[in-house]
């Protein structure tokens, strides 16, 4: 399994940024798909992340400017960023959830996303 990432760079405070997320080689179902972030010092966090059925959920720092959505079909995912914040500055990390126990989560290498006050 590969993810794909794209979408990241430089943005201005309130602005916004599309990431992109596309699996490829995935011969399983999938549980969830999702996005968590890291900034410097700090421990890797959940952002957001949709179940196969579409359900989403949100870390509350995000709620209400970010949106998750899926395209199943491609086994991809985006997280549209809006009113961007200097504190949203972290790596972003796709993460794939087999819905089978026995296979583990597989990640991207991240994406970089910079906010400037």
């Known amino acids: 399994v590969q993810l794909a990432e794209s979408g990241g760079g430089l943005v201005q405070a309130g602005g916004s940024l599309r990431l992109s997320c596309a699996a490829s080689?995935?011969?399983?179902?999938?549980?969830?798909m999702g996005w968590y972030r890291q900034a410097p010092g700090k421990q890797r966090e959940l952002v957001a992340r949709i179940t196969s059925g579409g359900s989403a959920n949100y870390a509350g720092s995000v709620e209400g400017r970010f949106t998750i959505s899926a395209d199943n079909a491609k086994n991809t995912v985006f997280l549209q960023m809006n009113s961007l914040k200097p504190e949203d500055t972290a790596v972003y990390y796709c993460?794939?959830?087999?819905?089978?126990?026995?296979?583990?989560?597989?990640w991207g290498q991240g994406t970089q996303v910079t906010v400037s006050a």
């Open positions: 080689g995935v011969t399983f179902s999938i549980n969830t």
């Open positions: 993460n794939v959830d087999p819905k089978v126990p026995w296979i583990p989560d597989y």
